[in-house]
C-alpha cells in the first residue's frame, strides 16, 4: 500500500486492483487494462474510481522521493554506474590490446633475453658457447684441405713444414669467418629482441595514455554527478524550507 | 496563534541548513572522487613504466657490465683468450694442431689470440651500444610517466582546492542565511501581544 493509501483509504475501499494507468469508465469499470487488472470489473461507485487515489499514491511518492533524495540518490547512482561500466570497459579494451602487442612480440624478446643475449656475452666476456660447427665450415675445410695438400704434393712438398703451416693459417682463418658468422647471428637475434622490447614499450606508452583519460573523464563525471546529487537535495530541501516559511507567516498573520 | 509560528521557522531554518549541508557534503565527495579516481590513474601509469624498464632491464645490464671490461680492453689489459669466441676457435683447430710442429701450433695460437683481442673490442662495444638503446627508450617512458604524473598531480589539486574554496564559499552563505532568518524572529516574539483593541464610539 502506498502513502495515501495507508492515510486515507486504509480499508481499501478506493483503490481497488485496478491500476492508475487502467483506463475506466465513469463508473469506475475497466474498460481497457494495462497489466494485471481484470477486464469489465465494477470496482466501485466513485466516480472517480479506484484509478485516481493509485495516481495521488504515486505523485506522492514521487514528491517524498524528491525531499528524501531517494529519487536523485537513485538517478545519481544510475549515472554513476553507466559512467564507472563505460570507463571499466574502455580500460579493459586498452588492456586487452597491450596484452595482444605483447603475445606478438614475446617469441622475438624471449629468444633474445634467453638465448641471444646470453650467447653474445658469453663470447664477448667469457662463458660457455653453445655451438655446433656448421655445414658450410665443414664442407669449407674438407675442400680447403685437400687443395692445399694438393698443391703442395705437386711442388713435392706435401708432408712438409711448409704444407703444415699453409694448412695452419687456413684452419685458423676459416675457424675466424665461423665465429664470426656465429656472432653476427647471436647479434642480429639480440637486436630483434631489443626492437621488439622497444615496440612493446611504445604501444604501452600510448595505450596507457588512453586509459589515463578514460580515468580522468571518469573521474570529472562522478564529481559532476556527486554536484548533481546535492544540489537536487539541497533544491528538495529549499523546497521544504519554503513551504515550512509559509506555513510561519500564514500562522503568524492569523 | 502568531507565537506558535516559531515552530515551523525554525523548521525552515533547519531545513535550509541541511540543504547546504548536503551540497557541502556531495562538493567534497565528489571532489576525493575525483581524486582517487586520479590516483587510480597515476598507480596504472607507474605500473605499465615499471614493466617497461623491467623489460629493457637485460639489455641495459648486459651494456653495463661490458662497458666495465671493455675500459680494460680498449688499454690492453684484458685477456683475451678468456672469452668464449677464443675458446670456441682454440677448439676448432686444436686437434688438427696435435700433428703439426711445435712452432707451427705456437704460432697458430698466438696469431688467434691477437686477432680475437681486436675483435673482442668491437664485440664489447656491441654490447654497450644494445644497454645504450634500451636506456634511450627507458628513458622516453620515464619522461612520459613525469608528464602523466605532473598533470594528474596538478588535476588533483585543482579539483581538491576548487571544492575547497566551494564548500567556504557554501558555509559562508549556510550562515549569512541563517543569520536573516534569525534576525527575523523577534518580529514572532512581538506579534504575540495582545493588540490594543479600540473602545466603541459612543
Do not use: C, H
Amino acid at each position: 500500500m502506498g502513502f495515501f493509501d495507508l492515510v486515507l483509504d486504509p480499508a481499501g475501499i478506493f483503490s481497488g486492483d485496478a491500476k492508475a494507468s487502467d483506463l475506466m469508465d465513469p463508473g469506475g469499470r475497466v474498460i481497457e487494462e494495462t497489466t494485471g487488472s481484470d477486464i469489465g470489473r465494477d470496482i466501485s461507485g466513485f466516480p472517480f474510481g479506484s484509478g485516481a487515489w493509485d495516481q495521488l499514491d504515486e505523485s506522492a511518492e514521487e514528491i517524498w522521493d524528491s525531499f528524501s533524495g531517494a529519487a536523485a540518490e537513485e538517478s545519481q547512482a544510475e549515472i554513476s554506474g553507466i559512467l564507472e561500466g563505460s570507463a571499466a570497459e574502455g580500460i579493459a579494451a586498452q588492456e586487452e590490446q597491450r596484452n595482444r602487442i605483447k603475445e606478438m612480440y614475446a617469441p622475438y624478446y624471449e629468444s633474445a633475453v634467453s638465448e641471444g643475449l646470453p650467447q653474445l656475452q658469453a663470447m664477448a666476456e667469457g662463458g660457455e658457447v653453445d655451438y655446433t660447427p656448421s655445414r658450410l665450415y665443414e664442407y669449407s675445410k674438407e675442400r680447403g684441405e685437400r687443395n692445399i695438400k694438393r698443391i703442395q704434393a705437386s711442388k713435392g712438398q706435401f708432408g712438409s713444414s711448409a704444407t703444415e703451416e699453409r694448412l695452419s693459417d687456413f684452419r685458423s682463418g676459416l675457424a675466424e669467418e665461423e665465429m664470426d658468422r656465429l656472432y653476427a647471428g647471436q647479434l642480429s637475434r639480440t637486436q630483434l629482441g631489443s626492437g621488439a622490447a622497444d615496440a612493446v614499450g611504445a604501444a604501452s606508452r600510448s595505450l596507457g595514455g588512453n586509459v589515463g583519460a578514460l580515468y580522468s573523464n571518469l573521474g570529472s563525471g562522478l564529481n559532476t554527478a556527486q554536484q548533481g546529487y546535492g544540489q537536487s537535495r539541497q533544491s528538495a530541501y529549499e523546497g521544504l524550507s519554503g513551504a515550512l516559511s509559509g506555513l510561519a507567516n500564514y500562522m503568524e498573520a492569523g | 496563534m502568531a507565537f506558535w509560528a516559531i515552530i515551523p521557522m525554525l523548521a525552515s531554518m533547519y531545513a535550509s541548513q541541511k540543504g547546504q549541508q548536503s551540497a557541502m557534503a556531495s562538493t567534497v565527495e565528489g571532489a576525493q572522487t575525483q581524486a582517487n579516481i586520479e590516483k587510480m590513474s597515476r598507480e596504472y601509469s607507474t605500473k605499465v613504466f615499471e614493466e617497461d624498464i623491467e623489460r629493457q632491464k637485460p639489455f641495459y645490464d648486459a651494456g653495463v657490465k661490458a662497458g666495465v671490461k671493455y675500459d680494460d680492453a680498449i688499454t690492453n689489459k684484458l685477456d683475451p683468450t678468456k672469452s668464449g669466441a677464443y675458446q670456441t676457435q682454440l677448439g676448432l683447430i686444436s686437434e688438427d694442431l696435435e700433428d703439426a710442429p711445435e712452432y707451427v701450433r705456437e704460432g697458430a695460437i698466438e696469431k688467434l689470440g691477437a686477432i680475437e683481442g681486436e675483435k673482442q673490442k668491437g664485440r664489447l662495444m656491441d654490447l654497450q651500444q644494445i644497454g645504450l638503446g634500451a636506456a634511450g627508450s627507458a628513458g622516453t617512458s620515464s619522461t612520459n610517466l613525469g608528464n602523466v604524473l605532473a598533470q594528474s598531480y596538478e588535476l588533483s589539486g585543482n579539483v581538491m582546492a576548487g571544492a575547497t574554496k566551494s564548500v567556504s564559499e557554501q558555509k559562508q552563505s549556510m550562515w549569512n542565511t541563517t543569520a536573516s532568518q534569525l534576525s527575523g524572529l523577534p518580529s514572532y516574539f512581538s506579534a504575540s501581544k495582545p493588540l490594543k483593541t479600540e473602545e466603541p464610539i459612543r
